[in-house]
Every structure is written in C-alpha cells, then in structure tokens.
C-alpha cells in the first residue's frame, strides 16, 4: 500500500519521483567517494593512482551522463537537483584534500575552493529564509565541476617521475586555473540570482501597492491640496466659497 501511494504521489508530481536511472547514478558516484580516497591516501602508489584516475573519469563521465538520461527520459526530480551537485562537490572537496596532503596542490587552492562552498552555503540559508529552494545548476557551474574533475587527475599523473609528467602537470594546472575561475564566476551568479529572488520576495508580488500608497500616503487617502500651491483667488475644491460661486452662476 505504501509503494502505490508512493506511485500516486509521482504520478500526480513526477518531480517528487526517487527511484530513476539518474538518481542511481548519482547514488553509484557518491559511494565511489571513499574508495577513491583510499585509492589516493591508502598504498600511494602509481597503479594506485591509476585506479583513482580511472574512478574519477568515470565520476566526470557519468556527471554528463545522467544529466542526458534525466532529459531524454523525462526524469528530472527534485532529488536528482540535489544529489547531482553533492556528488560533484564531494568528489572535489576529496580530491582538492588528497592532493593537498600529498602535496601535490597548495593548501591555498584548497582554501579559495572551501570559500566559495562556504559562500554558497550562505546563499542557501538565505533563500530557505524566504522559502526559496536552492537554485539550479548553472551551465557556468557544470563547466567549472568539469574542468576540475578533468585537471585533478592530470595533477595526480603529472605527480610521478614518467614521460607524460610535464605535459599532464602543465595541461592540469590550465584546467584547474580556468576551472577554480568558473567556479568563483559560477557562484557569484548565483549570488545575484539569490539577491534579485530575495529582493522580490520583499516588494511582493507584481502589482501590489506598497504599504503608504504612492506617494507614502494610504490606499483611499485624499490628497489634499496646498493653500500655498493655489493661484491667487482660487478656491480650494470642496471649500464653501467654491459651492457658493457655483450656485450664482
């Protein structure tokens, strides 16, 4: 009975839909993050450091794939919207931590990475202040997450004594200086997403007469007229003179 009213809440919502084959995927990536820390932290060896390569190929591969499936499937859920960037942002914030350890990157790159998740993260309190959800993913974000997960594994195989050293150092540190500049870009999208959302939600909705009327005056007040403002002679409306003026003519 719980499975049909389960079914009868996605039919009637298909955002509210848990089991998919893009939410499975996304599942698959979150579990491959412990094993690729082991990989990277546990025999610090070069095979070791292929398989961590391997794993995070197959992470970036199966970001874009999921996203594809969710699409040509009809399968977007709101639990795809979230398991999607926490998979992406666990895979990085591990990797940005394994290679710092290894010494591999500098810890300033970590900490430029942990400030902007922690801006992001503000900008989440803020919207669910206002009842907002957290934003889509922005292409500017997609494409920062890729080129990251494209330079971490260059940095890693740049890191042993081969042939294809240079090359993949040099190609590693392109992709996570273009990537690390995305992400900053990506966020501060959403930073003026968050504050035009916010700023809306305090002016209310279109149409709406703000509290004072225009003007700072009350919906129904009069506006009365200066004395001082009249012409020389004339009378204010509604004044007795006025009435008496009529009535002669």
Known sequence: MAKAAGGDVAARDPQARIVTIPNAISVARLAGVPVFLWLVLGPRSTAGDWWAVALLIAAGLSDWLDGKIARALNQQSRLG???DPAADRLYIAATVIALAIRQIIPWWLVGLLAARELLMAVVLLVLRRHSYAALQVSFA???????LLYAFPLLFLGSHTASYSET???VGWAFAIWGT???WVAALLYVEQAR????QDRAGPPGEIPRGGPGGRRPGEILQEDPEDRPPGQALRGEPGEDREAGQR
């Open 81 to 83: 919207q979230v398991l």
């Open 141 to 147: 974000g997609k494409t920062a997450t890729l080129a």
């Open 168 to 170: 993949a150092r040099i």
């Open 181 to 183: 500049a995305l992400y």
């Open 196 to 199: 035009r959302l916010v700023r």
